[in-house]
Antibody
Framework: QLQLQESGPGLVKPSETLSLTCTVS??????????WGWIRQPPGKGLEWIGS???????YYNPSLKSRVTISVDTSKNQFSLKLSSVTAADTAVYYC?????????????????WGQGTLVTVSS | SSELTQDPAVSVALGQTVRITCQGD??????ASWYQQKPGQAPVLVIY???NRPSGIPDRFSGSSSGNTASLTITGAQAEDEADYYC?????????FGGGTKLTVL
């Protein structure tokens, strides 16, 4: 059974860089069928897609965050990572990683399944 | 940029049928997927694509689409279905999520 687990600091100072890692177990991150994504949820609010990566290293990002986001993959460790620079209090959120399926034939669609349990990152001095 | 719009809150009587909707221009070109999120838990995929249910999701959950609107229908809502529901879709720029609908089962 595929499982994902986020890890990283729970507290980051304003203007610094948030760094998180997602470790995938029970399957290979190098599967040709899936992307791997990061999604966040501010306390009491909805979900926001941050960006996604393919095992080859190909990425695409939310245009509203693109200037501050870097997602990378380490296939040897079965991990992918998120870096978000110049953080402010508005970046305080639960950060989730998830496997992302994509169907591109005909009327396309994507889905996220499974998700990690999420990790709360607070931006505060 | 594109958006996905959901009603903030919907209620349903126990055992009745409820439809949760998601509207957006991207839904004319792409199917939606739907997630259930209970307090303190990660979202769980319940419907993806035209009307596909992951293993373990009860068949009372179904999806449909018409024009710029995607719908999640729960036929015979149970107390355990009380949760937040989010739609998601693609658009030309990336991936979108709706704002979420809080479902109350009365």
């Amino acid at each position: 059974q595929l499982q994902l687990q986020e890890s990283g600091p729970g507290l980051v100072k304003p203007s610094e860089t948030l760094s998180l890692t997602c470790t995938v177990s029970g399957g290979s991150i190098s599967s040709s069928s899936y992307y791997w994504g990061w999604i966040r949820q501010p306390p009491g609010k909805g979900l926001e897609w941050i960006g996604s990566i393919y095992y080859s290293g190909s990425t695409y990002y939310n245009p509203s965050l693109k200037s501050r986001v870097t997602i990378s993959v380490d296939t040897s460790k079965n991990q992918f990572s998120l870096k978000l620079s110049s953080v402010t209090a508005a970046d305080t959120a639960v950060y989730y990683c998830a496997r992302q399926g994509e169907a591109v034939a005909g009327r396309g669609y994507n889905w996220f399944d499974p998700w990690g349990q999420g990790t709360l990152v607070t931006v505060s001095s | 940029s594109s958006e996905l719009t959901q009603d903030p809150a919907v209620s349903v009587a126990l055992g009745q049928t409820v439809r949760i909707t998601c509207q957006g221009d991207s839904l004319r070109s792409y199917y939606a997927s739907w997630y259930q999120q209970k307090p303190g838990q990660a979202p769980v995929l319940v419907i993806y694509g035209k009307n596909n249910r992951p293993s373990g999701i009860p068949d009372r959950f179904s999806g449909s689409s018409s024009g710029n609107t995607a719908s999640l229908t729960i036929t015979g809502a149970q107390a355990e279905d009380e949760a937040d529901y989010y739609c998601n879709s693609r658009d030309s720029s990336g991936i979108l999520f709706g704002g979420g609908t809080k479902l109350t089962v009365l």
